[in-house]
């Protein structure tokens, strides 16, 4: 189930941009590996190394900011980010993370590179398990959960629409 996320967390600054997500010489890549080779490369060159599926990114304020670019979530999913939660997110990454399927959270959390963190978005609770901090967040609304469990908006609405046919 989506509502529940549990992995060790990459920590990150202040206003990461998508060209530091996926720097854009490596924007025409058509493979997703391709592509997931290269994420955080601006700013972690062995980020796309050592990332391991279910790991969190923990950021500060205005995450993914810069130019609307897809491939950045859809980059950041591949390479096995599980979610993200920064103390705020540039708006079209936001919508173009959800489109995607990734969970992005809202909060202020006191976590460090390598410490592991458990999110509950059904209950709104984020812990931080290497210091035993509890942090409260707003609780994902159901449709939220389910859009995040279909793999995003296009696979959930195709989704919908067989089960109404």
């Not at 529940?4 to 967390?9: A, R, W």
């Not at 936001?94 to 959270?105: D, F, I, L, S």
């Not at 159901?142 to 629409?161: D, P, S, T």
Request: charged share 25%.
């Amino acid at each position: 189930m989506i509502g529940k996320i549990e992995g060790k967390v990459w920590k990150f600054r202040d206003s990461i941009d998508t060209d530091v997500i996926i720097p854009g010489r490596y924007l025409r890549a058509l493979n997703l590996d391709d592509l997931a080779a290269h994420v955080m490369e601006g700013e972690d060159e062995t980020f796309a190394r050592n990332v391991e599926k279910g790991d969190i990114i923990v950021a500060g304020w205005n995450f993914g900011c810069g130019s609307s670019r897809e491939q950045a979530p859809v980059a950041l999913k591949h390479a096995g980010i599980s979610a993200i939660v920064a103390k705020s997110f540039a708006r079209i990454f936001y919508r173009n993370a959800v489109n995607v399927g990734m969970p992005v959270v809202v909060a202020d959390v006191e976590a460090e590179k390598g410490d592991v963190v458990s999110i509950d978005l059904e209950k709104g609770i984020i812990k931080n398990n290497s210091t035993g901090k509890t942090f409260q967040i707003k609780p994902f609304k159901e449709f939220m959960l389910q859009i995040l469990q279909n793999g995003g908006l296009v696979k959930h609405y195709l989704k919908m629409k067989e089960n109404k046919v």
